[in-house]
């Protein structure tokens, strides 16, 4: 018996050869690629850029030199151009892997239309190069949301794992599809070494187990767990939205923190865009590779997302 088997793993080693499949890769086309979130309270801007193959050697660049038109309500409204008083900056790493041993560093050019976008208005895009074909897109702003109550609960002298509670309300359009974002603000302020006054902004983490809320990665007994939250009407069309987060926060009146609520309402495509950014983020990562997540995109003939949002912003406290 012990030689037979000898005798089969010889075979099984030995049977072994490299074998080189040769798979027809299809050519890629390079198209234009347009980024633009219009929100109620920023001018409207976007980015221009170009696409690459997936096995293509190459860079993807910002475009400044495109035609980009604007139109309201279907009526021409005038022309975006660069905003070169706006821009960021790229870091191409080969080495160090780290942005101070970057060997060339590229800017990031915006396109701007100096004008807020207008509720209920639709704004459409289309943008033209010679090296590409012509690319169109366009996105509704939705209206902005009706906050019906407002509360923040001091936890810190209970035996509650978080020292704050956020509850509020608000009244959802039963005549629309409706998506939605919540985020919370601390803005802070405090003087350095040098007498220097500081100021701060950053997001607070949130915990809740609403339903409503598909996203975010499950902590310490709340299926919700995340710095923003992503959610659509579908379990509460048309009615009015009660929703209550707990987090760490110490309330102290005497500091100078402010504490911001943003309630964001979103169009359709920018819901899309950001759900499928956050199933990107939020996939099983293993040794053996995960599965992609496809990223949004609801521009013609390119690729990118353009879309639309409403934010309003509450002050909790003081």
């Not at 983490?205 to 919700?224: A, K, M, R, T, V």
């Not at 379990?235 to 309330?251: A, C, M, R, V, W």
Request: aromatic share 16%; hydrophobic share 35%.
């Amino acid at each position: 018996m012990k030689k037979i088997l000898i005798f089969l793993c010889s075979i099984l080693l030995f049977s072994c050869q490299e074998q080189v499949v040769e798979l027809d890769i299809p050519g890629h086309t390079p198209f234009l690629v347009v980024n633009g979130i219009l929100d109620t309270d920023t001018i409207m801007f976007l980015h221009v850029s170009n696409s690459i193959g997936s096995f293509q050697q190459g860079e993807i660049n910002s475009i400044s030199d495109a035609d980009v038109l604007l139109y309201e309500n279907n009526n021409l409204i005038g022309e975006m151009t660069v905003d070169y008083n706006n821009q960021d900056s790229i870091y191409i790493l080969e080495e160090t892997g780290f942005w101070w041993g970057a060997n060339q560093i590229k800017p990031i050019y915006y396109y701007s239309y100096d004008a807020l976008p207008q509720a209920g208005s639709t704004y459409s895009v289309e943008v033209s190069h010679p090296d590409f074909e012509t690319a169109y897109s366009q996105t509704t702003v939705p209206n902005e949301i009706e906050l019906a109550e407002l509360e923040i609960i001091d936890n810190s002298d209970q035996s509650e794992a978080y020292s704050s509670t956020l509850n509020l309300s608000f009244f959802d359009d039963p005549n629309t599809n409706n998506y939605y974002r919540i985020s919370l603000f601390r803005n802070t302020q405090y003087e350095d070494d040098n007498g220097e006054l500081v100021r701060k902004e950053y997001p607070l983490e949130l915990f809740s187990n609403d339903p409503s809320f598909s996203q975010g990665i499950p902590w310490d007994g709340y299926s919700f767990s995340g710095r923003r939250v992503f959610f659509s009407d579908d379990l509460f069309n048309g009615t009015q939205k009660e929703i209550s987060f707990d987090f760490d926060y110490k309330i102290d009146y005497e500091t100078k923190d402010t504490i911001l609520l943003q309630l964001t309402s979103f169009s359709e495509e920018a819901f899309n865009y950001y759900n499928s950014m956050e199933n990107n983020n939020d996939r099983f990562f293993s040794d053996i590779g995960t599965e992609p997540v496809p990223i949004f995109t609801n521009v013609e003939n390119g690729a990118g997302v353009f879309a639309s949002g409403n934010s309003v912003y509450f002050q909790v406290l003081p």
